[in-house]
């Protein structure tokens, strides 16, 4: 092998990670640590991993996640080097890990010179320094109170340009995470079966932040079905009250990174949050079809078309079709369109001939912090 090293950690006992760190430390070489699978995966996604160290039993909800994890490095990484390291060793252990994938097995506790031979580095970087990239857990990411929020503007298409009306709240990862941005951030939460609780910590989060921006501008919120539940009308009341942000500004734009249950189940709930003024969109990556079990349950105010289909809209007869037809099905339900991956004036202009009610996009405002749009232009519900 030659070339840098990039070697994946992943174990969730602390002391072993903390002492691998150190002890793989060799010049032209990266070691990546990683306390659960989850994060692990992403990484694998992200950086040119040439081996990987992993448990064969972490404390997860199947118990042995790092023999699973052993098949799905295989079949993305054929020629990545991959030992197993494990307390409790047998032959048939052994067996079963080389059958998932696995070129050595471990048993604790080793020697680094146990691990290097099994490891078989040949590193012709040795010029190259020594990094070691530590991946905080989710845990640690919400109790570090690394969320940040960013708005984007969002604009009524009127017949002399285009007025700010409302602000979508976008999460940011504060500071530097290595396994990427928001988008990996909830689909490493979603991993872990904990997506409902970084969905109500970043409503949270951007109600509290919305208090910095111009009012009467109404705040649309991404929200996963997975978040709806008895304890959300509590928990945006109590954010209002902290943050001073009416309810009435609030638009939850239901995600469709899973569904709902039972729709017919929540309306009791969908009702309460209607009679608190809140106002609701449905995210609907151009297929409102797809939501058409919940919109007479949910009865959204407004859908929302992807930039998929809205960028370049007028270079592309198929997106023009496509959002022509669900802006057609909107209006059919009573509700607004909001087009998304508006860039250029000549894109807005399309949108505004297919009878386009609101939009989104870089040509209006990218997203910044709420302090930057203070004492920004005409804003109106």
């Known amino acids: 092998m030659t070339g840098r090293e990039h070697i994946l950690v992943a174990d969730d006992n602390a002391t072993v990670t903390s002492a691998l760190s150190v002890l793989l430390e060799r010049p032209g070489r990266t070691t990546i640590v990683c306390s659960d699978v989850e994060s692990a995966e992403i990484m694998l996604s992200r950086s040119p991993v040439t081996h990987v160290v992993t ?12 023999l699973h994890f052993l098949g799905r490095v295989r079949a993305r990484l054929p020629l990545c080097r991959i030992v197993l390291i494990t307390g409790q060793p047998s032959d048939a252990l052994r067996t079963t890990a080389m059958q998932h994938g696995a070129n050595a097995l471990l048993s604790k506790p080793f020697d680094i010179d146990e691990l290097e031979a099994v490891l078989e580095s040949e590193s012709d970087a040795a010029d190259g320094g020594y990094e070691v990239v530590q991946v905080p ?17 969002i604009v009524r298409m009127t017949g ?13 990862v504060r500071g530097d995470w290595p396994a990427g941005g928001p988008a990996q951030l909830f689909e490493y939460a979603e991993r872990l079966g904990r997506l409902r609780e970084l969905n109500l910590m970043a409503l949270t989060r951007a109600i509290e932040s919305a208090a910095g921006l111009p009012e009467p501008a109404s705040v649309f919120i991404n929200l996963d079905p997975s978040a709806f539940g008895p304890y959300l009308p509590g928990i945006l009341d109590e954010a209002s009250a902290r943050s001073g942000v009416s309810l009435s500004r609030i638009v939850l734009e239901v995600t469709e990174r899973s569904a709902f249950a039972d729709p017919n189940a929540a309306v009791p709930l969908f009702r309460k949050l ?7 969109a449905l995210d609907d990556h ?9 919109i007479d349950q949910l009865r959204p105010s407004f859908i929302k078309i992807s930039n998929t289909f809205g960028t370049k809209l007028e270079e592309d007869e198929t997106h023009r079709l496509i959002v022509a037809h669900v802006a057609s099905l909107a209006r059919d ?40 749009w203070s004492g920004s232009g005409e804003t109106h519900a």
């Open 160 to 172: 002399n340009g285009a007025a700010l009306i409302a602000f979508e709240a976008l999460a940011r």
């Open 274 to 280: 209607h009679e608190r003024g809140i106002r609701f």
């Open 137 to 153: 857990s989710l845990d640690d990411i919400l109790a570090g109170n690394a969320l940040d929020m960013a708005f984007q503007p």
């Open 333 to 372: 339900f009573g509700c607004m369109t909001i087009l998304e991956g508006i860039e250029s004036p000549e894109t807005a202009t399309a949108a505004a001939g297919l009878g386009i009610d609101y939009a989104q996009g870089f040509h209006f405002g990218r997203p910044h912090a709420a302090a930057h």
């Open 286 to 294: 151009g297929s409102a079809y797809s939501h058409l079990s919940i």
């Open 55 to 66: 448990d064969v039993q972490f404390s997860g909800a199947f118990g042995y996640e790092g």
